[in-house]
């Protein structure tokens, strides 16, 4: 079933961002990102609102999330999507955001700790696959791992990015629409 904009709104004026913060909580309200240690942010509040709408998620879809963080984005997508697969490479913050989703009671998340840009291949194809680090490049493995009538959202470039959106159609050809400017940290 397709989700509605208002009710991803709805949960993004309800969840409390600072629960996903050790420092600078007084500033969850802030929309501006803030680090989370390890060179790592979390990001700004309404850009996560705008890629959450922006993927379209379907509550029947399937989702690969690269870069957990924090696990902010990953509770808009847990809470939308049927299935959530999150991948960190930061072992203190894969173990941090997995104790803490998992405390939310979130229990339709799988985690991984590894480099995202190797996707999920064992848990794929994904319905949408979500980037939440700059690439230099679209890694080729996402793009094979996304099933056809899939999304792909995910900053490309260096110093400031431009959010693509990769679609794959029903015989698998694939398109790229060119988004915002935004900054990212980087994909490790």
């Given amino acids: ?51 959450t709408i922006n993927l379209d998620i379907d509550s029947e879809h399937k989702v690969l999330e690269i870069g957990t963080g924090s696990g902010y984005q990953s509770a808009f997508l847990a809470k939308f999507s049927k299935e959530l697969y999150t991948v960190e490479i930061i072992e203190p913050l894969y173990l941090k955001a997995k ?3 998992s405390a939310m009671g979130f229990d339709n998340i799988e985690y991984k700790l590894g480099n995202g840009s190797f996707g999920w291949i064992e848990k794929s194809p994904f319905d949408r696959i979500i980037v939440t680090a700059a690439a230099g490049n679209i890694p080729e493995m996402l793009i094979e791992q996304l099933a056809p ?15 693509v959106f990769v679609t794959k159609d029903i015989d698998g050809r694939i398109s790229y629409q060119n988004d915002i400017s935004v900054r990212f940290v980087k994909l490790v």
């Fill in 1 to 51: 079933m397709k989700i509605d904009k208002e009710d991803i709104i709805s949960y993004y004026n309800k969840l409390d961002r600072s629960l996903f913060m050790e420092e600078n909580k007084m500033y969850a309200h802030v929309d501006s990102p803030f680090p989370i240690g390890y060179g790592q942010t979390i990001s700004q509040s309404s850009l996560v609102l705008y890629m």
């Fill in 99 to 101: 104790k803490r989703l």
């Fill in 149 to 163: 009538l899939g999304k792909m959202i995910i900053p490309v470039g260096e110093i400031w990015q431009r959010l």
